[in-house]
């Protein structure tokens, strides 16, 4: 038992602080565990760090690991001391500890007010601050202490001053925890897996060997298919993501306020802890779309398409980090967010209308559509430099192409190798500028909800 407050007492104590204050620390845990924690805290007592602790009821072996004791009753000091000067101190009182009995038991009973006797439990908790209060008067009079006040400046300079982990440290341990936390949740990465997968199928065999004839019915079912596919890898990145600071906020609200980490080492490793699951995803998905619905039968062709996959992901996943990190408190906002962000990026992908019609005032919604750089980046790949073969026009709407440059002109799109690393450093600066954006609101939410 006493998992929690275990937990909650071991993240404080991971940032080795100068000065910790623990509250009944030991409270639901059983004496070996109780054991176990004042020891953890005796162990960073002898290392030079100053522990303040109340505890409820400690046992004998517990209470005695102990160097200081401080004793209150009715609002004054009893006793101020070393743990083992107490029991003289009562005793040149009048009042003796039993032998074999608890002495923390003893002067709770000592200084506690029992019902029915409150003059007489008063009087006596008057006698033993009293005599306390007098044998303070006379050593003060031989010491010079510093006063309180310098102490409690140089302690909060101390902390002020104070250097936590360096950043590859905390990058190590937060990579590593985030990475533990993905694979704890064993029945989401199968589920996703199966989506993927069972997605992937679908696809395949709407969009089975397509790649017949030289007509527009085949343009067009090769636009569609590569459209469908970069919206279904992004929209499967984007949903699961898009709750992660929302259900986290606490925690790092906490973490931030005791300076475990670095917001900025959190984010980064949120997100490339869950990068090789993505890259399988994509790997597998890429694999069983392109053969089934009959891209270009070329190794290069292929490697491009499952690069492009995997950073329409990549992208997705960035713009959900933005999106998770606007809604940093409320989870069902984020989860709204996702259509009213996405489907405008959709609708100026390229697909669904041409550039050149696009109003002049949404015309930086264009701008900004990672659909569109990396749709353009598939069609390029599937027809730039081919030969579209004998077929006829069965079924053509409008006009037969002879090769893939016509298919590419009709559509508006660019061609060859400038073209592709022109639209992949676009993507590239696209995922920078959410990802970064999503970091700055990030902060900008944890010091707000600081105030």
């Not at 490793?269 to 270009?296: D, H, Q, W």
């Amino acid at each position: 038992g006493g998992e929690a407050k275990r937990l909650a007492f071991a993240s404080e104590i991971l940032t080795d602080p100068p000065l910790l204050f623990a509250d009944e620390p030991t409270s639901g845990l059983d004496s070996f565990a109780a054991q176990n924690v004042v020891l953890a805290l005796k162990k960073l007592a002898d290392n030079g760090r100053t522990i303040i602790c109340t505890i409820h009821q400690p046992p004998s072996e517990v209470f005695l690991h102990f160097h200081k004791l401080l004793l209150f009753a009715e609002g004054r000091t009893a006793y101020l001391g070393n743990v083992g000067g107490a029991p003289a101190e009562f005793e040149r009182l009048g009042y003796r500890c039993p032998e074999d009995y608890n002495h923390a038991d003893f002067y709770i009973h000592t200084l506690a007010i029992a019902p029915g006797k409150e003059e007489e439990c008063r009087e006596r908790v008057k006698i033993i601050t009293d005599a306390y209060h007098e044998k303070e008067l006379a050593e003060g009079s031989t010491q010079n202490p510093a006063p309180p006040s310098d102490l409690m400046t140089q302690t909060l300079r101390d902390m002020s001053h104070r250097r936590g982990q360096t950043a590859l440290v905390q990058f190590r341990l937060i990579m590593w925890r985030s990475f533990v936390t993905a694979m704890r949740e064993f029945q989401v990465v199968i589920v996703q897996l199966l989506q993927t997968i069972v997605m992937a199928i679908i696809f395949g065999l709407v969009y089975l060997e397509i790649d017949e004839g030289k007509g527009q019915a085949r343009v067009q079912n090769f636009s569609g298919a590569a459209m469908m596919l970069l919206v279904s890898a992004s929209f499967t990145t984007v949903y699961p993501v898009v709750q992660v600071f929302p259900i986290q906020s606490v925690v790092l609200i906490r973490d931030h306020d005791n300076h475990m980490y670095s917001t900025w080492i959190f984010y980064v490793c949120k997100f490339l802890a869950e990068l090789p699951i993505n890259i399988i995803y994509m790997l597998l998905y890429s694999v069983i779309t392109y053969f089934l619905i009959g891209f270009r039968l070329d190794a290069n062709a292929f490697f491009l398409f499952y690069g492009v996959i995997l950073f329409a992901a990549i992208v997705a996943k960035g713009i959900a980090f933005f999106i998770s990190a606007l809604a940093f408190t409320n989870a069902q906002l984020g989860l709204a967010l996702v259509t009213p962000i996405f489907v405008p990026l959709m609708l100026f992908s390229g697909v669904f209308l041409n550039s050149d019609a696009v109003p002049n005032f949404l015309i930086w919604l264009d701008a900004i559509s990672m659909f569109k750089y990396e749709w353009e980046v598939l069609m390029i790949n599937e027809f730039d430099n081919q030969i579209l073969g004998d077929g006829n026009c069965t079924g053509a709407i409008t006009r037969c192409f002879e090769n893939g440059e016509a298919v590419l002109d009709s559509l508006g799109l660019g061609m060859g190798t400038d073209q592709i690393n022109q639209d992949m450093g676009i993507l590239i600066a696209l995922f920078v500028a959410f990802f970064a954006g999503g970091l700055l609101i990030l902060l900008a939410q944890i010091r707000f909800l600081k105030r």
